[in-house]
Every structure is written in structure tokens, then in C-alpha cells.
């Protein structure tokens, strides 16, 4: 019942910032944990980030740590992956996505039943 769609990509240079966002609709939202992952040309979709329905506990990827954080707002039905100091291998479709209700903070993907349509991120260098 879950639908998302994710907005705040696009161009930015090595060392920038972005923040992306997931309006998220639907009775189970605030039940669901979320998480954001990635695919850059030719390879395989990768973890980025997750927290759980409380966002009470969030997971990175080691690649990302300490750069991106991510967030969620249960009132206004929307998390975040505010994106610090990008680099050039950043550079991806970004996905959004939420499990089901009740579901579990996960680093795999399978484990998630919904998902955006994706924003570009690029950044140059």
C-alpha cells in the first residue's frame, strides 16, 4: 500500500552536498523501516543506508559512513539522506525504499517490498 518517490537529485562537484528526499504515502509508513540504496551504471544495486520505523537505529554502508545520515519525519511521511562531501564513485541512481508493515531495519534489499522510481545523482570531478 506503500508508494514512494524520491526527489533531490542531480549535478554537483566532488566535495558538494544533497539531500535527498522520499515522499512516502499510505497507512503503514510509520510502521515500516526504510532504507535508501543505489545503482551506479554496470554494477549491482548496492546498501546505502536504513533506519527503523522509530528511527531509533540507523545502518550505513561502510563506503558512506560519516558522510551521509539519514532521517525520517513520521508526520510528514518522508525520510532523508542528507549527502556530505560527495565523491565522483557517489554517483548513482538512489533508490528509496520501505519494507513491510512491522518489517525490520535491513541491509539487503530483499528484504524491502517497496520502492521509488530513483533520483540520478552525478557528481564530477
Known amino acids: 500500500q506503500v508508494q514512494l518517490v524520491e526527489s533531490g537529485g542531480g549535478l554537483v562537484q566532488a566535495g558538494d552536498s544533497l539531500r535527498l528526499s522520499c515522499a512516502a504515502s499510505g497507512r503503514t509508513f510509520s510502521s515500516a523501516a526504510m532504507g535508501w540504496f543505489r545503482q551506479a551504471p554496470g554494477k549491482e544495486r548496492e546498501f546505502v543506508a536504513a533506519i527503523s520505523w522509530s528511527g531509533g537505529r540507523t545502518y550505513y554502508s561502510d563506503s558512506v559512513k560519516g558522510r551521509f545520515t539519514i532521517s525520517r519525519d513520521n508526520a510528514k511521511n518522508t525520510v532523508y539522506l542528507q549527502m556530505n562531501s560527495l565523491k565522483p564513485e557517489d554517483t548513482a541512481v538512489y533508490y528509496c525504499?520501505?519494507?513491510?508493515?512491522?518489517?525490520?531495519?535491513?541491509?539487503?534489499?530483499?528484504?524491502?517490498?517497496?520502492w521509488g522510481q530513483g533520483t540520478q545523482v552525478t557528481v564530477s570531478s
Open positions: 525504499a520501505a519494507t513491510i508493515a512491522y518489517g525490520s531495519i535491513s541491509r539487503t534489499g530483499d528484504d524491502y517490498r517497496y
